[in-house]
């Protein structure tokens, strides 16, 4: 059986008021999933 649940990334942005991403820095999103914080600060 699949499991069709999708990821919703968590204080998504409050993450990135605390990153405050630059362009040109580089970021690692570690999560298992969908990559939902690492795609927002792109």
Excluded at 7 to 19: A, Q
Excluded at 28 to 35: F, L, P, S
């Amino acid at each position: 059986m699949m499991n069709d649940t999708i990821h919703i990334p968590v204080l998504l942005h409050e993450i990135i008021d605390i990153f405050q991403p630059l362009p040109g820095q580089c970021f690692v999103d570690g999560t298992a999933n969908g990559g939902g914080h690492a795609f927002a600060l792109w």
